[in-house]
């Protein structure tokens, strides 16, 4: 899920033509950071993307030494990053959780619990606002 919502994230975005190196790098991050999930290694898993792959992406496009829209570049990289990859890694890492976490359920039961409250939100809001909104 990861790598097809980067892939998707990456083509709604402006990638300069001198970043695909550092593209290959961010795809290369995802396995990675699931290897950490199933190590469970909570402490690399927690600190690898926002850490380590946003020290050493940019470094990388300092290396090519392209300087033109660096930033947003940079900037849309990461976040794309963390949006896509360092989210969704928790399911995973909710579903690897000891079964003392969580006796009743374990990590399943509480990623069906996420999923509930996302719905339930999701039906709330629809309901807030038909009822409560000012336009329909």
């Known amino acids: 899920m990861s790598f097809l919502a980067l892939k998707e994230y990456l083509s709604l975005i402006p990638t300069r033509r001198a970043d695909r190196i550092v593209l290959f790098?961010?795809?290369?991050?995802?396995?990675i950071q699931y290897v950490w999930i199933d190590m469970r290694w909570y402490g690399m898993f927690i600190v690898f993307l926002p850490v380590f792959v946003f020290l050493l992406l940019p470094l990388q496009?300092?290396?090519?030494?392209?300087?033109?829209?660096f930033l947003r570049a940079a900037g849309?990289?990461?976040?794309?990053?963390?949006?896509?990859?360092?989210?969704?890694?928790?399911?995973?890492?909710?579903?690897?959780?000891?079964?003392?976490?969580?006796?009743?359920?374990g990590g399943p039961g509480l990623v069906l619990y996420l999923v509930f409250l996302t719905q339930f939100n999701d039906v709330a809001q629809y309901l807030w606002g038909g009822l409560l909104g000012r336009t329909r």
């Open 76 to 105: 849309t990289l990461h976040w794309g990053l963390m949006a896509t990859v360092f989210s969704i890694s928790h399911v995973a890492f909710l579903l690897v959780l000891p079964k003392t976490v969580n006796p009743h359920g």
């Open 25 to 31: 790098w961010a795809y290369l991050a995802i396995p």
């Open 61 to 69: 496009m300092v290396l090519i030494g392209e300087t033109s829209g």
